[in-house]
């Protein structure tokens, strides 16, 4: 099924590990997202691609490191784990296009930093 | 700092009844977005209205848009136990998507 895959699904880190966060899209689409999610916070932009080959920090880029591979794959890593970074990851992509499209969301990635 | 503010946090209400839900936000937009997330999962776009929209309608959904007061609306009519989720509205200043915290939606049979 065309979508948005995330991998792993689980991960249990301890402070100072690092770890890459996977995503990958098989719709074509351009622009690529990773956001976290903390409990009455709603969503949060971690980092954005509007395109292959470029990056942008979004709302909250501290403690990561995003990789554009190509047009399908858009990795998020933590070089030295916090718990504050305990989290739900989601990645999503969108067509281009102005005004911003609906965006198709992975399943997310629930991350715990002991 | 976030752009969409939901109101409210949390909503229950009885299977058939209809549930509204409101979204505020600070700047002006091109359009409007709202998804739905069940617990545990991904988010699903569910509607978007543009800028120059006042109300759209996608099945049991009815989304009003009123940029003169920076607002919207979600609607639910004859909601049903599978309503139940936390519903977002989103914003796209500067082109990518600003989340609200969310209204928790409780649906009971």
Redesign the interface.
Same mark, same amino acid.
């Given at each position: 099924n065309a979508g948005?895959t995330q991998t792993p699904k689980f991960q249990v880190l301890k402070t100072g590990q690092s770890m890459t966060l996977q995503c990958a899209q098989d719709m074509n689409h351009n622009?690529m997202?990773w956001?976290r999610q903390d409990p009455?916070?709603?969503?949060?932009?971690i980092y954005?691609s509007?395109s292959e080959g470029t990056t942008d920090k979004?709302?909250v880029p501290n403690g990561y490191n995003v990789s554009r591979l190509n047009k399908r794959e858009f990795s998020l890593r933590l070089e030295s784990a916090a718990p504050s970074q305990t989290s739900v990851y989601?990645c999503?992509s969108s067509a281009p296009g102005?005004?911003?499209?609906?965006?198709?969301?992975?399943?997310?990635t629930r991350l715990t930093v002991v | 700092?976030?752009q969409g503010e939901e109101d409210p946090q949390a909503l229950s209400i009885q299977e058939g009844e209809n549930a509204t839900m409101n979204c505020s936000y600070k700047t002006s937009?091109?359009?409007l977005?709202w998804?739905r997330q069940n617990s #545990?999962? #991904?988010?699903?776009?569910l509607i978007?209205i543009?800028?120059n929209e006042r109300e759209k309608h996608s099945g049991r959904l009815r989304v009003t848009l009123d940029t003169s007061k920076k607002s919207s609306s979600l609607l639910i009519t004859a909601s049903r136990a599978a309503d139940t989720a936390s519903y977002?509205c989103a914003t796209?200043p500067g #082109?990518?998507?600003?989340? #609200?915290?969310?209204t928790e939606l409780s649906v009971k049979p």
């Open positions: 948005v622009s997202y956001y009455g916070m709603g969503l949060r932009l954005y509007a979004g709302e989601f999503a102005r005004p911003a499209p609906g965006y198709t969301f992975g399943s997310g | 700092s976030q937009i091109n359009n977005q998804y #545990g999962r #991904g988010l699903v776009h978007l543009r800028s977002f796209d #082109g990518k998507l600003i989340f #609200g915290q969310g």
